[in-house]
């Protein structure tokens, strides 16, 4: 191997990296909040079977090692099912199905965090249950959840780095490689590692400041 110093374009593979890294960090997080919105609605309307095989799941999810998940995902599915699962494809099926478990754990505890009184006098009032969820409920759950929700998506940015083993070349795998180039670990890592820091730093922003409307939102409607 030849060990070169840094060139201009080390600086274009770090933000395709980081654009790799971003984009199944989006991707994965809107598919965790839908599926953990579901799995939280359903367990609202506490549907028979659905709702503890539910709990059971994300439960397992929730507490076992994100890189297990993962290998087991990339090599065990393939091996069980006798399919075919791409790096990207094992990435996105693990990270959303983690980010479902929490955003789950989160959502329940901001539809209980609401008191029984509001919902029960909203339904002396004659709305349904879906009424109830979508007027009374939602809106003062979103505020609560926003809080927790911005530290849940700030860890999971720092998990992408984990999908870089299975040979997705996100920023961390192009770290990796410009590492063993240039044998200049302290600069290469400290690179690596302030691109997801200004990154966490702009989701805990973007965070905040929802948090802040939708809280001032909720005070103005009297909720």
């Known amino acids: 191997m030849r060990y070169t110093s840094f060139t201009p374009y080390d600086f274009v593979l770090l933000a395709q ?3 790799v890294s971003l984009a199944l960090f989006l991707a994965t997080s809107l598919i965790g909040l839908v599926i953990g919105t579901i799995w939280a609605v359903i367990r609202f309307y506490r ?6 095989f539910i709990a059971f799941l994300a439960e397992l999810l929730k ?5 297990v998940q993962l290998f087991l995902v990339f090599f065990g599915l393939p091996a069980l099912l006798k399919i075919n699962v791409t790096p990207v494809e094992a990435a996105v099926i693990t990270l959303s199905g983690n980010t479902a ?13 609401i008191g029984r009184d509001q919902i029960e006098s909203a339904r002396v009032f004659g709305l ?4 109830v969820l979508h007027h009374i409920i939602a809106p003062q759950a979103m505020a609560f959840a926003v809080g927790p929700l911005t530290g ?9 780095s984990l999908i870089s083993v299975i040979g997705v070349v996100d920023l961390t795998k192009i770290g990796n490689i410009l590492n063993l180039r240039t044998l200049k670990p302290f ?20 965070g905040a400041m929802l948090e802040k409307r939708l809280r001032a939102h909720t005070a103005w409607k009297g909720l």
Do not use: C, D, H, M
Not at 128 to 131: D, K
Not at 152 to 160: E, S, Y
């Open 128 to 131: 349904s249950r879906w009424q």
């Open 187 to 206: 600069i290469v890592w400290t690179i690596v590692g302030g691109l997801y820091y200004v990154t966490a730093k702009l989701v805990a922003l973007g």
């Open 63 to 67: 507490n076992s090692p994100v890189l």
């Open 152 to 160: 849940l998506l700030v860890n999971q940015l720092q998990v992408t």
């Open 47 to 52: 549907v028979p079977v659905l709702t503890p």
């Open 101 to 113: 478990a929490f955003i789950y754990v989160i959502a329940v505890s901001a539809i209980e965090s």
């Open 17 to 19: 990296g980081l654009g």
